[in-house]
């Protein structure tokens, strides 16, 4: 039993460290390779729509919509779409105030989820652009100007930004930042390697060309922004990515609501891998089928069965401790953990261990500093980052886990 699990261990341990120091050599690679190419603003912009998705969003909405109205882009080129779903708050109170705005367009209608609030604003959209800001985050005036410039590359049909927590004030928060930071870092590699699986509700924008050719947003089991992302790579449609362009959301203040918001993401994630699992080994998916669909799956499965394996390893250490006491008594003295400060531990899962936690805190760093040059200090909330999060993580895995073997739907709240 000892073997296999040391066995697993040290499989899932080679299998991370892989992934990471693999998505490592492909940025900093192309990174010199592109190094002195700036994309510039072109002097025709193009006009673009951004929708306002909301239910029950009365205490933000006003700030994400006030942050669009600062954008700085010319005022005849952009116009927002704020789609009240159904709220049964003051929603609907709040978006009236702006109807002195002829920019804003605003849509009342029953509540049928975001994904046909999207639907129905992108039925009305004319431009040559469309994107979604969720009403619970907002832009700097910069982020529009940043993502622009990719469309140059006419091959090019979505742009994802690089979202951020706003103003971490607890630690649920921290943990968000710093895993939001290494998405950032993880979202710029994958799209050097045209593997893109997910444009978020935060600001991606697209050509309005892919939904008059790919159809409309799906319900695609809550996670209709990973389902487009999805499709379009099945259909050889590129997305890019704009780094320095910053979004701000934000997070789930509590254990609870960052839980079920993670559950609905990852069960998203695995039901739309298996519909959409022809991609998976396909050759023609390059980088995306070959490996980041594979290595995405199989780091999930190796993750929880690594965790049943130190689990009963701890059971078992629990349960030898327990026989002991009933023999010989109450000892002190745990033989599953000893400290001397003349002794290196040199047990190679202990260095491997390191190892993966030294890539992760890296990749976080480089992360923050890529989209954010003024403000990118090391923070001592990294640090314990990979710990809390590996350990909260068990929690909605194992959750999406049981919905999608049992073919259980989620809910958004």
Known sequence: MSQISNIIL?????????????????????????????????????????????????????????????????????????????????????????????????????????????????????????????????????????????????????????????????????????????????????????????TPGPFSIFRKTVFDNLGLFHEAHNTEDLEIAMRMQKNGYRIGNAHDAVVYTVGPGSFAKLYRQRVRWVSGFLANSIDYRSMFFNPKHKHLGLFMLPMSVVGIVLFMVSVGMVSINILRMVADKYTEIKTIGFNWVWNGFHFDWFFINTDSKMFLGLLLFLSTILLVTLGKQISDTKNNHFSFHTLYFPLVYGIFSIAWLSKAIYLVVLSKNTSWR
Not at 106 to 120: F, H, P, Q, R, S
Not at 122 to 134: F, N, P, Q, W
Not at 145 to 168: C, G, L, W
Request: hydrophobic share 40%.
């Open 10 to 198: 040290y499989i899932s341990f080679f299998t991370s460290l892989y992934f990471e120091v693999f998505l490592l050599i492909s940025f900093l690679e192309n990174r010199t390779e592109k190094g002195g190419e700036k994309i510039k603003l072109s002097s025709i912009l193009p006009s673009v729509t951004i929708i306002v998705p909301a239910f029950n969003e009365e205490k933000t909405i006003s700030k994400t919509i006030y942050s669009l109205l600062k954008l700085d882009y010319p005022k005849d080129k952009l116009k927002i779409i704020a789609v009240n779903d159904g709220s049964t708050d003051d929603t609907a109170g709040v978006l009236k105030t702006f109807r002195w705005n002829k920019r804003i367009e605003v849509i009342n209608k029953k509540n049928g989820g975001k994904y046909t609030a999207l639907n129905a604003a992108i039925r009305k959209t004319e431009t040559e652009l469309v994107g979604c800001l969720d009403a619970d985050s907002f832009v700097p005036p910069d982020t529009l100007t940043k993502i622009i410039p990719h469309f140059e590359n006419q091959k090019i049909m979505a742009v994802t930004p690089a979202i951020k927590i706003f103003e971490p004030d607890r630690m649920i928060r921290h943990v968000q930042s710093n895993e939001y930071n290494l998405g950032i870092f993880m979202k710029k590699s994958f799209s050097m390697l045209d593997a893109i699986t997910v």
